[in-house]
């Protein structure tokens, strides 16, 4: 049983508009949360973190929110950019124990 | 300063076969993982090395994987003898610490392909 969910396997948005991708996780256990973001051929690289005591966190284009209640997060891409045409990963790990990945949404920016 | 690495990029083995993967994690990572991507599905984790020993291999799927870090460098998975079921993308990660306090890096993944 999964317990990272990412229920869309690709999406595709117009270059400078915003991209949001979805993650929802069963286990409430969970107080730390990251995405990763992968090109073909490459190991997958960490784009952005968020940890359970807030809910939202920024870093550039890039924004992460987390609903606890929800048991749901999204991370946010402004504005989207052909570059970051990827696989993004949603992650989660609680106590310091190890990744629990989600399968990953395939972005397609489009110019 | 060099990343991850992983040999070889591409495994074609039959079933029954061993093969053997490396990992070379970033120099001075004591921290080092294995997981394992089948069929464009989730990322697995498959185990943890805090420098040559497993702090946790709760992933590991049978004992037909085998995973070594002798000297707390490098490390190899084994599979041996490989199934159908083993195919796929075994990434490696490696972190100055634990996480998820320390960012862990991933290799290229090593693409194995069982037939």
């Known amino acids: 049983d999964q317990q990272v969910k990412q229920n869309s396997p690709s999406l595709s948005v117009q270059e400078g508009r915003i991209s949001i991708l979805n993650c929802d996780y069963t286990?409430?256990?969970?107080?730390?949360f990251l995405w990763y973001k992968k090109y073909p051929a490459e190991g997958p690289t960490f784009l952005i973190s968020?940890?359970?005591?807030?809910d939202k966190n920024e870093d550039g284009r890039f924004t992460v929110f987390l609903n606890k209640s929800a048991k749901h997060l999204s991370l946010h891409i402004v504005p989207s950019q052909p570059g970051d045409s990827a696989v993004y990963f949603c992650?989660?790990?609680?106590?310091?124990?190890?990744?629990?990945f989600g399968p990953g949404t395939r972005l397609s920016v489009l110019p | 300063e060099a990343g991850v690495t992983q040999f070889p990029s591409h495994s074609v083995i039959e079933k029954g076969q061993t093969v053997t993967l490396r990992c070379d994690p970033i120099?001075?990572?004591?921290?080092l993982y294995w997981y394992r991507r089948v069929m464009g599905k989730e990322i697995k984790f498959l185990l943890h090395?805090?420098?040559?020993?497993?702090?946790?291999e709760s992933g590991m799927p049978n004992n037909r994987f085998l995973a070594e870090r002798t000297g707390g460098t490098y490390s190899t998975l084994k599979v041996q003898p490989a199934e159908l079921e083993d195919s796929g993308v075994y990434f490696c990660?490696?972190?100055?610490?634990?996480?998820?306090?320390?960012?862990?890096?991933f290799g290229p993944g090593t693409r194995l392909t069982v037939t």
């Open positions: 990660a490696s972190s100055l610490g634990p996480s998820p306090s320390y960012e862990q890096y």
């Open positions: 286990n409430s256990m969970f107080d730390y």
């Open positions: 968020i940890s359970s005591i807030k």
């Open positions: 992650a989660a790990s609680w106590y310091g124990q190890n990744f629990v």
């Open positions: 120099s001075g990572h004591d921290n």
């Open positions: 090395f805090v420098k040559e020993s497993k702090q946790d």
